[in-house]
Nanobody, 118 residues
């Protein structure tokens, strides 16, 4: 089992910034990916950004140039720096951990609400 503890989120005006963090603990394997997904009301959960222990990152087109994902492998923590936030970024953001050698093994953290007012 992998436990994920999420912090950050909240209410911000359009153009503002927020940082999310997610700390993993438990049965951490060395080759993994951690990332962020979001789900807006009435919409499907979608990928925001992921980062692997190899250093590879992946972003949704909608956040490229505004969001930055980073991770501290020693602390098993992933961060999402969100700049130039837009009202359409409003969603519940979820942290995900995935074993890259057994991709069916993945865990979700609790969601955190991000609300961007116009």
């Amino acid at each position: 089992q992998v436990q994920l503890v999420v912090s950050g989120g909240g209410l911000v005006q359009a153009g503002g910034s927020l940082t999310l963090s997610c700390a993993a603990s438990g049965s951490i394997t060395s080759i993994n990916a951690m990332g962020w997904y979001r789900q807006a009301p009435g919409k499907r959960r979608e990928l925001v950004a992921t980062a692997s222990t190899y250093g590879n990152t992946n972003y949704a087109d909608s956040v490229k140039g505004r969001f930055t994902i980073s991770r501290d492998n020693a602390q098993n923590t992933v961060y999402l720096q969100m700049n130039s936030l837009k009202p359409e970024d409003t969603a519940v953001y979820y942290c995900n951990w995935q074993n890259l050698l057994r991709v069916q093994v993945n865990y979700w953290g609790q969601g955190t609400q991000v609300t961007v007012s116009s």
